[in-house]
């Protein structure tokens, strides 16, 4: 992602410009992420009212405890669970077309969503169907704001670093912070044991 | 491209997750007072998987 957003990470030459560039990207990205949430919160809630009646069935704890455990094992490439996204990844050219601030936008926007770039961590779409069954919009916005925040913010740091360190975003972006294998392990042992918690809650219940 | 026996190293990880899962359960069954702690994991835990997926989708392009 850095390595496609590199122009507003190397903005840092002009304070200013890059201040508002990174602001105006953190804001769509959260924007699009809350939005995201609110209307898999809706989504869930037209759900419940057609089907079902209660907040969170019984049947809707299992479906998301086994959803984990399925895409935690898929995450490290021991089982083929399918990924649908609308892009595979978002094109480095709307910095030329559209310019800093508007680019800025655009990239948040579409990052925020998730499903434009390629998603190599099963927990996005865990979130997604955990969304839909709490079935509440405003839960919903703040879940997927919360990825949206994270995965925005990240570019303050990395900003900082490039221009402490002066390095090319090349170098940054293959730094053992980017490590994709490493960050598979982490989320896939994370929404294993989210998804153990789960499912002994309905277990147990 | 992941080897097998790479994919294969990672299962020990992921029943460790397990485990670790199963222990939790397994506390607040036994300690009643720990069931404000589990309660709060499960709300917290939801946030903790978003904000740790949002870092590692910055490994994307």
Request: glycine share 12%.
């Amino acid at each position: 992602m850095i390595g496609t957003i590199g122009s507003l990470v190397q903005e840092t030459s002009n304070r200013w410009r890059w201040l508002l560039s990174a602001s105006l990207y953190t804001l769509a990205c959260f924007g699009s992420a809350s939005l995201l949430g609110t209307m898999l919160g809706v989504l869930g809630q037209v759900i419940r009212g057609l089907v079902h009646g209660t907040a969170f069935p019984h049947a809707g704890a299992w479906l998301i405890g086994l959803l984990a455990v399925a895409y935690a094992a898929s995450d490290v490439g021991l089982l083929w669970l399918p990924r649908p996204i609308l892009r595979h990844a978002v094109p480095i050219t709307w910095w030329r077309w559209w310019g800093p601030y508007r680019a800025a936008l655009a990239y948040g926007a579409a990052l925020g969503l998730g499903v434009m770039t390629r998603i190599p961590f099963g927990a996005f779409y865990v979130l997604c169907a955990w969304c839909v069954l709490k079935g509440d919009p405003g839960y919903g916005a703040l879940l997927m704001g919360t990825y949206g925040a994270v995965r925005a913010l990240v570019i303050f740091p990395a900003s900082w670093g490039l221009y402490c360190h002066r390095t090319a975003v090349t170098t940054w972006f293959s730094s053992p912070l980017f490590n994709l294998w490493r960050a598979q392990r982490v989320l896939a042992v994370t929404l294993i044991l989210f998804g153990t918690l789960v499912l002994a809650s309905a277990v147990l219940s | 491209m992941i080897s097998l026996r790479q994919r294969l190293q990672c299962l020990p990880l992921l029943y460790g997750g397990i485990a670790a899962g199963l222990m939790l359960t397994m506390i607040t069954r036994v300690n009643r007072g720990a069931e404000l702690a589990m309660a709060m994991l499960m709300v917290g835990m939801p946030f903790l998987l978003a904000a740790l997926t949002g870092l590692g989708k910055t490994t994307t392009a």
